[in-house]
Structure formats: structure tokens, C-alpha cells
């Protein structure tokens, strides 16, 4: 599609779309490993002073980690969604019947 000057290919933005979601799966899975190392690891910090003040500091810890994660993931969810609509529409202004 092209408009004074502008230029869209759509297949660019599906593509975009499609490695935004790619991404969302590995960094989710990413995100299922930490957690799974984090459940086993967790009680194994060491019986003196530094094992039991990072054991204090651990659920702090690991709630910033896990929202970084859900912020992120949930970006990318969006932006491929947004990636979707921008497709639809532009179809739609150059009437093409499949934006459906």
C-alpha cells in the first residue's frame, strides 16, 4: 500500500508480529526455567550470615525479577497485537476485502 509518498508492506508488519509472539514464548519459557531454579535453589543459600540475609532478601528479589518478566512479556503481547490491528487497517483504507 502507498500513500503519498508512504509505503506499507503488510507481510513486514505480520512478520514483526509474528517474531514480537516468537519472542513472548521464549522469554515466557525463560521465565519458567528461573522460577523452577529459584523453587529448587531456595532453601541451599548456606547456613551462615550472608546465606541467611540473602534468604531475607530473596522474596524482594524475586518479585522485582518476576514482574520485569510479566511487564515484558505482556509488551510484547501488546505490540503484536497493535502490529495486527495497523495491518488490518491499512488494508482496510486500500479496500482490501481480506482485513477482515
Known amino acids: 500500500m502507498t500513500f503519498d509518498g508512504m509505503h506499507v508492506e503488510y507481510s513486514a508488519l505480520e512478520a514483526s508480529a509474528s517474531s514480537a509472539e516468537d519472542q513472548q514464548t521464549r522469554i515466557a519459557r525463560a521465565?519458567?526455567?528461573l522460577r523452577a531454579?529459584?523453587?529448587r535453589d531456595r532453601r541451599?543459600?548456606?547456613?551462615?550470615?550472608?546465606?541467611?540475609?540473602?534468604?531475607?532478601?530473596?522474596?524482594e528479589i524475586e518479585?522485582?525479577?518476576f514482574d520485569?518478566?510479566?511487564?515484558?512479556?505482556?509488551?510484547?503481547?501488546?505490540g503484536a497485537d497493535r502490529l495486527r490491528v495497523s495491518v488490518?487497517?491499512?488494508?482496510l483504507a486500500d479496500g482490501d476485502s481480506s482485513a477482515g
Open 44 to 59: 541451599t543459600l548456606g547456613d551462615d550470615q550472608y546465606g541467611a540475609e540473602l534468604e531475607n532478601q530473596l522474596p
Open 37 to 39: 531454579a529459584f523453587d
Open 88 to 91: 488490518r487497517n491499512y488494508k
Open 31 to 33: 521465565r519458567d526455567i
Open 63 to 65: 518479585n522485582e525479577i
Open 68 to 78: 520485569a518478566f510479566h511487564a515484558y512479556i505482556h509488551a510484547l503481547g501488546e
